[in-house]
C-alpha cells in the first residue's frame, strides 16, 4: 500500500531540502518520490542531506509539471493554507486527511504536493489537486521546513496505514466505484469546455464559470462510474448538436 502513496515537490529551490525530504520519507516507508523542475538536481547537497536515503533521491522522477505528476493519481493533497478562493475540500488536521489518503492508497495511486520554500503551491497549481491539508501551528510563527512539513505529513500517513483495517475488516469497492485519476478529471472538464463552447453557453472566455465548475466537481467527488455517465451526457449533446 504505501508503494501507492507519492511525495510530488514543486520547483524546490534548495537542493539540501530534496535530500531532507527523501529521509524523511524513508523513515515512514515512502519511497516514491517525483520533482516537479527543480532549481538544482541532481546536486551533492541533495545526496549529502539524505543521510541514508540515497536511494530515493537516485531514484527521484523529474517532470515538467504538476499536471504531469500526479496524472495517474486519484487523491492527491496540496500542503498550504487554507485558499477559500478555492474551494476544495480541505482537511484541517493531517491525521484525518491520512485515513482517507490511506483509504485510497489501497488500491490506487495518491499523492502529498508540497510547494516552494518561499511561496508555497500558486492557485493553478493548487486546482491541480483535489483536496487540501493544513498543518496546525503556532499562529504567532507557523513556518515549517519544507523537508518539516514532509516528515510531518509523512509521519501521519504512516501510523494511519499502521491502524488501517484488515483486508478482511472491510470490503474493496469495485473498480467503477473508485475516484477517477487526475488525467481522466482533466479530459473531463476538456471535454465539458468543448461542449458548453459549441453549444453557445460560453460565447468568450468565462474563466470563473468553468472555474465555478471545477470546484463543484472537486467537491462532489464523482466515482468513475459517474464521471463515465457524465462523459456520456456530454458526448450525446455533442452528437445532437453536430446533427443540426
Known amino acids: 500500500m504505501l508503494t501507492n502513496i507519492r511525495i510530488v515537490l514543486v520547483q524546490t529551490y534548495h537542493p539540501g531540502n530534496i535530500g531532507a525530504s527523501a529521509r524523511a520519507m524513508k523513515t515512514m516507508g515512502i519511497d516514491d518520490l517525483v520533482l516537479v523542475t527543480p532549481r538544482r538536481f541532481p546536486d551533492p547537497e541533495a545526496t549529502r542531506l539524505a543521510a541514508g ?128 485519476t487526475r488525467q481522466q478529471i482533466d479530459h473531463f472538464h476538456a471535454h465539458l469546455g468543448r461542449v458548453m463552447r459549441q453549444s453557445g453557453f460560453l460565447t468568450q472566455p468565462h474563466a470563473r464559470t468553468e472555474a465555478h465548475l471545477h470546484a463543484l466537481f472537486a467537491r462532489a467527488q464523482p466515482s468513475r462510474r459517474e464521471l463515465s455517465l457524465l462523459r456520456g451526457l456530454l458526448a450525446s449533446l455533442e452528437r445532437d448538436s453536430t446533427a443540426q
Open 53 to 180: 536515503a540515497q536511494d530515493l533521491v537516485e531514484g527521484a522522477r523529474v517532470v515538467e509539471s504538476l499536471t504531469e505528476a500526479v496524472a495517474d493519481c486519484v487523491m492527491v493533497v496540496g500542503a498550504s493554507a487554507r485558499l477559500r478562493s478555492l474551494p476544495l475540500p480541505h482537511f484541517d488536521e493531517p491525521e484525518v486527511m491520512a485515513r482517507e489518503l490511506v483509504s485510497h492508497a489501497g488500491h490506487d495511486r495518491v499523492a502529498l504536493v508540497f510547494g516552494r520554500e518561499r511561496f508555497g503551491l500558486t492557485n493553478d497549481e493548487i486546482r491541480c489537486c483535489s483536496h487540501q491539508v493544513s498543518i496546525p501551528a503556532n499562529p504567532d510563527y507557523g513556518i515549517l521546513n519544507l523537508s518539516q512539513a514532509v516528515q510531518v505529513l509523512a509521519y501521519e500517513t504512516f501510523k494511519a496505514w499502521r491502524q488501517r483495517p484488515q483486508s478482511g475488516d472491510s470490503p474493496i469497492s469495485p473498480a467503477a466505484e473508485r475516484m477517477p
